[in-house]
């Protein structure tokens, strides 16, 4: 199979993981899969969630798979994994850091937070570190505007964060 991505030959991510390909079609058997798309259409999302889930993310291949067995077309998965933020078609790093760049954090210095991360771990918003060990994100809003700025490791709320507090949250990740 070639793979769009890197337009080169891929090992198929749902024939390398026989384990998880069952993990998700375990799940996806028992849901009211029918003939009519409308209500196969509402089954889309919870297993779009339950693939990321057992994946780490959503290739081309588990879209695929995900419209088979739903009867969808590939264009309509794809539609709702590209519309949802949540969803993520590249493999995240080990830690998923995110800073808040809402009004509140921003104000209060985030971009700065965000460019000491970007310097450190040498990606840009929105990449992995070619180790697949960081990935660097952004939030809308953390929900915790009092600890501004706010960064996320893994869920892990830090606040108060500051550029020099940046190394010190890293190290926390070895």
């Known amino acids: 199979m070639s793979c769009a991505a890197c337009d080169s030959k891929c090992v198929n991510i749902i024939e390398q993981f026989p384990d998880k390909t069952a993990e998700l079609e375990a799940y996806m058997d028992p849901l009211s899969i029918g003939l009519d798309r409308e209500v196969n259409r509402g089954l889309l999302i919870q297993s779009l969630h339950k693939a990321q889930g057992v994946f780490g993310y959503l290739p081309e291949e588990v879209q695929l798979f995900v419209a088979k067995k739903l009867g969808l077309h590939l264009s309509e998965v794809y539609g709702v ?9 590249k493999p995240l790093g080990e830690y998923q850091i995110n800073v808040c760049t809402g009004t ?4 209060r ?3 700065k937070v965000l460019d000491e991360f970007k310097r450190y771990l040498s990606v840009e918003e929105g990449e992995t570190t070619p180790d697949g060990k960081f990935s660097l ?9 009092s600890l501004a700025p706010v ?10 964060v500051t550029p020099k507090k940046v190394a010190d949250i890293l190290s926390e990740c070895n």
């Open 137 to 145: 994100g952004g939030l809308r809003c953390g929900g915790a505007c």
């Open 109 to 111: 210095g985030a971009g």
């Open 104 to 107: 509140a954090c921003f104000v």
């Open 151 to 160: 960064v996320m490791v893994n869920g892990r709320v830090y606040g108060d």
């Open 81 to 89: 994994v590209s519309f949802y933020s949540f969803f993520t078609i």
